[in-house]
């Protein structure tokens, strides 16, 4: 039996994830991303079956009818599911299997797979993650304080994973994921005092 682990990372926007993962993926040759299914338009650049797996709303609504899909949702009218079959695949050949999913995914992915490892990623301030979403200058001032608010109301969530990283240091949250990959990490909580800082 394969003892290969689902590890399910989530975190709020603005707080490193997506460069963690990648990096994760890079040093880990026994860890995979699942490839989600979307409904949206391939942009320049993505490849089908390397980015997403890009299909069209009919084949999507077919494949949560038939109960394909760990967890899916809707984002700004597109459609976005992990694919229970895929996991299962690269877990049977003895892969880590990584998800980048957000809270409420997670969520219905434990219910489904409760032996999956949940990873929630945090900030060490609020004005840390402010000062992250403004350094992106993108955006105006009002889109950053909305940020700022669904990014509150996200991390609230993090009572409900397995682990906590704080990312204040890229290499030291890096090395934290790699040791709670490995099995050789103990779940930890950041401290209370930061810890409220994120309650809604």
Avoid: C
Wanted: glycine share 6%; charged share 25%; hydrophobic share 40%.
């Amino acid at each position: 039996m394969s003892s290969a682990k689902l590890i399910i990372l989530s975190a709020a926007s603005g707080t490193g994830k997506t460069s963690l993962a990648s990096a994760l993926i890079k040093s880990l040759p026994d860890l995979e991303v699942s490839i989600s299914h979307t409904t949206r338009a391939t942009r320049p650049g993505e490849q089908n079956g390397v980015h997403y797996h890009f299909v069209d709303k009919k084949t999507f609504d077919l494949m949560v009818t038939r109960g394909e899909f760990l967890e899916h949702a809707t984002v700004f009218g597109n459609a976005y599911g992990t694919s229970g079959i895929e996991v299962q695949s690269r877990l049977k050949r003895g892969k880590n299997v990584i998800l980048d999913i957000d809270w409420q995914g997670a969520r219905s992915v434990k219910r489904l797979m409760p032996e999956a490892v949940s990873i929630f990623l945090l900030p060490p301030s609020r004005a840390a993650l402010q000062e992250r979403l403004t350094r992106r200058g993108q955006d105006s001032a009002d889109v950053i304080a909305r940020r700022m608010r669904e990014a509150t109301s996200e991390m609230s969530h993090y009572g409900e994973f397995d682990f906590i990283v704080v990312n204040d240091n890229f290499d030291l949250a890096l090395a934290d994921l790699q040791h709670i990959i490995r099995g050789d990490a103990e779940p930890r909580k950041p401290q209370f005092a930061l810890a409220t800082l994120f309650k809604v």
